[in-house]
């Protein structure tokens, strides 16, 4: 059973860079055909996909975001990490880490959520 585990600071201060990271168990974030995504859903609102990176070390990004993102791995420790520059309060949001699999893509495996404020 994989299991994923967001952490980082549930406070960021505008125009700062948010920093979470995913700790990935039960699995590998290098095994073939795997995608290790972030996703967010800001209060009152629907998910947001932010961005993913493959089992291969490439990453794609939602358009609307990619010139502040960015999504990083660590192999020795199973874990990926996100990075979005330059927040606002728009990037108040629960912030979600989820594998996706298959074709098409689908999530199987979800972190439980860490919430994340941006707030002077």
């Known amino acids: 059973q994989v299991q994923l585990q967001e952490s980082g600071p549930g406070l960021v201060k505008p125009s700062q860079t948010l920093s979470l990271t995913c700790t990935v168990s039960g699995g590998s974030i290098t095994t073939n055909h795997y995608y290790w995504s972030w996703i967010r859903q800001p209060p009152g609102k629907g998910l947001e996909w932010i961005g993913h990176?493959?089992?291969?070390?490439?990453?794609d990004y939602s358009p609307s975001l990619k010139s502040r993102t960015s999504i990083s791995r660590h192999t020795s420790s199973n874990q990926f990490t996100l990075q979005l520059s330059s927040v606002t309060p728009e990037d108040t949001a629960m912030y979600y880490c989820?594998?996706?699999?298959?074709?098409?893509?689908?999530?199987?495996?979800w972190g439980q959520g860490a919430q994340v404020t941006v707030s002077s």
């Open positions: 989820a594998s996706q699999t298959g074709w098409p893509l689908k999530y199987d495996y």
């Open positions: 990176i493959a089992h291969s070390g490439s990453t």
